[in-house]
């Protein structure tokens, strides 16, 4: 391994990092939510004893999952190529949850944790598939990105209160697509 090979491998080390401690963030949000019914540092670390198992669990396991994952992506080949767009989408995917889960934890804290526990490790699988087709995955990148962010704003809104989690496989499956889109060489 030449010494340009190994710094290019310690910055994808480094990156894949990055995104994984901000979602074991985002799962600690979410966790604390679900479990101890507030974002609260002291709710959690002084009303919530019964729970903390359960939310450090929960971020136990997107930590494993992310170090498991990100050691083959950064060691796969075929990611080489598109590793940097993948992951600028999965960091900007991940910042519209990261908003969202501080600004209506009680709304989105279950489907956070629902992308956290794999959705997101899914669409970086599937982004090395049809890496030349450049038009259509840019469009599906920035159409789904854009589509996530506005099923996100819809919890804001008081009229779709009706509709309840039926647009979260619509969430999920942007955030898949986002990603999906782009892994592509161009």
């Known amino acids: 391994?030449?010494?340009?090979?190994?710094?290019?491998?310690?910055?994808?080390?480094?990156?894949?990092?990055a995104s994984v401690s901000v979602?074991?963030?985002?799962?600690?949000?979410?966790?604390?939510?679900v479990f101890c019914g507030s974002i609260e540092p002291s709710v959690i670390f002084f009303n919530c004893i019964d729970n903390v198992a359960y939310v450090g669990g929960s971020i136990a396991s997107v930590a494993i999952m992310g170090a498991l994952f990100?050691?083959?992506?950064?060691?796969?080949?075929?990611?080489d190529s598109i590793f940097a767009r993948m992951?600028?989408?999965?960091?900007?995917?991940?910042?519209?949850?990261?908003?969202?889960a501080f600004s209506a934890p009680e709304f989105i804290s279950?489907?956070?944790?629902?992308?956290?526990?794999?959705?997101?490790?899914?669409?970086?699988l599937l982004a090395p598939f049809d890496k030349d087709m450049i038009l259509?995955?840019?469009?599906?990148?920035?159409?789904?990105?854009?589509?996530?962010?506005?099923?996100?704003?819809?919890?804001?809104?008081?009229?779709?209160?009706?509709f309840g989690?039926?647009?979260?496989i619509g969430m999920m499956i942007s955030s898949i697509l986002g990603i999906f889109g782009a892994g592509r060489n161009g």
């Open 1 to 17: 391994m030449t010494k340009e090979q190994k710094i290019e491998l310690q910055h994808k080390t480094l990156l894949i990092l």
């Open 110 to 124: 279950m489907k956070v944790m629902t992308w956290l526990f794999g959705i997101w490790i899914l669409g970086m």
């Open 23 to 33: 979602k074991s963030f985002l799962m600690a949000v979410a966790s604390s939510q």
């Open 136 to 162: 259509v995955k840019k469009i599906t990148q920035y159409g789904s990105i854009v589509a996530l962010g506005a099923l996100l704003t819809v919890h804001f809104i008081p009229t779709f209160e009706q």
């Open 165 to 168: 989690d039926s647009y979260t």
């Open 87 to 100: 992951l600028k989408a999965d960091f900007i995917i991940t910042a519209m949850y990261f908003a969202v």
């Open 70 to 79: 990100g050691y083959y992506v950064i060691r796969i080949k075929t990611f």
